[in-house]
């Protein structure tokens, strides 16, 4: 008998993935956390039944919410990360010399998650060990509300905007992230996909709240097969620094990090967008 992990992009349409076998399960105080291996995509984190990370294309969602930030200010070196429970963004992160890169916080509402992606998603999680990582298992929300002018980058890598991550998609929540972030700060977020029409909806709301915080607020987009529709979106919102005009692209070619769909000439273009998510940001202004 075939096993199958299926999720609904909307209620009548279903992505599914073949699984080889089951390697975790478990019923955190937050949400149920499985892995599951398959053939094709390798081991696969889910939360509440919604894919998270896939072996096969995380490095194009992990890649884009970090390098993107340190291209445009390369003195980036306090660090929040919210949420990243997996590790790919602390592993993206570390591969920036202590001299530039000195610390980060990472907070995480849920242990369980961060032990699971030890075990069973070493590819993701093995940097988490690094000196300069600060863990924090807390409520996100709260800890920001306590930081003023401490953070050069604060990076939201949360799971979608219902559920445990639901608080860190208000503007509350906007507004205590742009507290806490030095003059030059920069505030990267997952941005959900474009595409289906409630996905659509939660994008123009997350946007319109980043623009009513922060002065500089664009977004930018990357292609990663698993997700819905395989169109996913970041934002870029800053007190100061455009994603264009501040690109140091020259000084982050010299520092030779190696990655697998981040350059700097995509860096340029990730941030033209198709009509249809340019209306759909523009619509409720």
Same mark, same amino acid.
């Given at each position: ?15 599914s993935?073949k ?6 399960s ?14 094709d995509?390798?081991n696969?984190l889910t939360?509440d ?14 890649e884009m ?6 291209a ?22 570390t ?10 916080d ?10 699971a ?10 940097? =988490? @060990? ?5 863990m #924090? !298992?807390e409520?996100?929300?709260?800890? $920001?509300r &306590? ?18 991550g ?8 906007y507004?205590n ?9 920069? =505030? @990267?977020?997952q941005?959900?996909?474009? #595409? !289906?029409?409630?996905?659509?909806k939660a $994008?123009? &709301?997350?946007?319109k709240?980043?623009?009513?915080v922060?002065?500089?607020c664009?977004v930018?987009q990357a ?13 870029f ?9 501040d690109?140091n692209?020259?000084?982050w070619?010299?520092l ?6 981040y350059n700097?000439d995509?860096?340029?273009g ?6 249809y ?9």
């Amino acid at each position: 008998m075939d096993l199958w992990f299926s999720e609904y992009h909307t209620k009548s349409v279903k992505y599914s993935i073949k699984v080889d076998k089951q390697l975790f399960s478990k019923k955190s105080d937050f949400q149920r956390i499985d892995i599951f291996y398959s053939k094709d995509l390798g081991n696969i984190l889910t939360l509440d039944g919604y894919l998270m990370v896939t072996e096969k294309d995380e490095f194009v969602y992990h890649e884009m919410i970090t390098h993107v930030a340190l291209a445009v200010n390369p003195d980036i070196k306090n660090i929040l990360v919210i949420g990243a429970g997996d590790g790919g963004t602390i592993r993206e992160l570390t591969k920036y010399s202590i001299d530039s890169v000195e610390n980060i916080d990472m907070v995480e509402i849920d242990e369980e998650v961060v032990k699971a992606c030890l075990e069973y998603l070493p590819q993701t999680s093995h940097r =988490l @060990i690094d000196s300069r990582v600060k863990m #924090f !298992y807390e409520d996100g929300l709260k800890f $920001v509300r &306590k930081k003023k002018n401490e953070y050069d980058l604060i990076i939201i890598d949360s799971t979608d905007p219902f559920g445990p991550g639901e608080g860190l998609f208000t503007k509350e929540f906007y507004g205590n992230c742009y507290n806490a972030l030095k003059e030059n700060g920069i =505030l @990267i977020n997952q941005h959900e996909s474009p #595409f !289906y029409d409630n996905d659509a909806k939660a $994008v123009a &709301k997350i946007n319109k709240r980043l623009r009513h915080v922060f002065p500089v607020c664009l977004v930018y987009q990357a292609h990663i097969p698993s997700y819905p529709s395989g169109h996913w979106l970041f934002g870029f919102a800053s007190k100061n620094l455009h994603p264009l005009n501040d690109l140091n692209a020259e000084i982050w070619n010299n520092l030779n990090i190696k990655t697998k769909y981040y350059n700097t000439d995509l860096h340029w273009g990730c941030f033209a967008l198709p009509n249809y998510v340019k209306e759909l940001l523009t619509d409720d202004e």
